[in-house]
């Protein structure tokens, strides 16, 4: 199901100066659970597809995500319960958040703009919802941007693939008629 949220994300992607195309700018991140599934959902929208494959000199992945995860307050830099870290080959680990350790991984899917994944909901969070906090690094090719975004997942929808920007493309022009036929009627008479 498309929300006005998604169109207004795409019509924005659509929509952008060349100049953002520089950086995959993190757009959003949206972290639901699903108790009645037992799963834990992320969906990580950025600007530009994301670059999980070129290294910098350090073998650092020119795009990196992680989030960290505690059940009762906003985890600050570098702590939380669990880590969730971006893994090269299109894998995420879950760990420990004091020692690092892997518990467990899962794969992620790469979409476009659009990264989501699913992580059993009992490895998480003893109820149905928890604090998070997203850092996303672009380290390769010169940038050394960190983006942030804190949030607690509660239960909800599951994020979903932004619709493609040729789909959305379509709408254009009916909202440009909208707005021009919304001003026209504002007009006074002449």
């Known amino acids: ?3 006005m949220k998604h169109l207004a994300a795409t019509l924005a992607c659509i929509a952008l100066p060349t100049f953002v195309q520089a950086s995959p700018l993190l757009f959003e991140v949206n972290v639901t659970t699903q108790p009645a599934d037992g799963t ?3 969906g990580i929208y950025f600007y530009q597809p994301p670059d999980f494959v070129t290294t910098d000199g350090f073998g650092r992945l020119r795009d990196q995500f992680q989030f960290y995860l505690d059940e009762t307050q906003s985890p600050v830099v570098g702590e939380g319960r669990f880590v969730i870290a971006q893994q090269s080959g299109g894998m995420v ?3 420990q958040g004091g020692t690092r350790t892997t518990i467990a991984t899962a794969p992620f899917v790469l979409d476009g703009v659009f990264v ?6 009992a ?4 109820g149905d919802s928890f604090y998070w906090r997203f850092e996303d690094y672009n380290f390769g090719g ?3 941007g960190l983006y942030r975004r804190l949030g607690q ?3 909800g929808d599951v994020p979903t693939v932004l619709p493609d920007a040729t789909a959305t493309a379509a709408l254009l022009p009916l909202a440009l008629a ?3 036929l919304g001003r026209r009627a504002t007009r006074a008479p002449r």
């Open 1 to 3: 199901m498309m929300t």
């Open 40 to 42: 834990a959902a992320f």
């Open 93 to 95: 680990a879950i760990q």
């Open 116 to 121: 989501g994944f699913t992580l059993p909901l």
């Open 123 to 126: 490895l998480l969070t003893s």
């Open 142 to 144: 010169g940038g050394t």
């Open 153 to 155: 997942a509660e239960p």
């Open 178 to 180: 909208g707005l021009w």
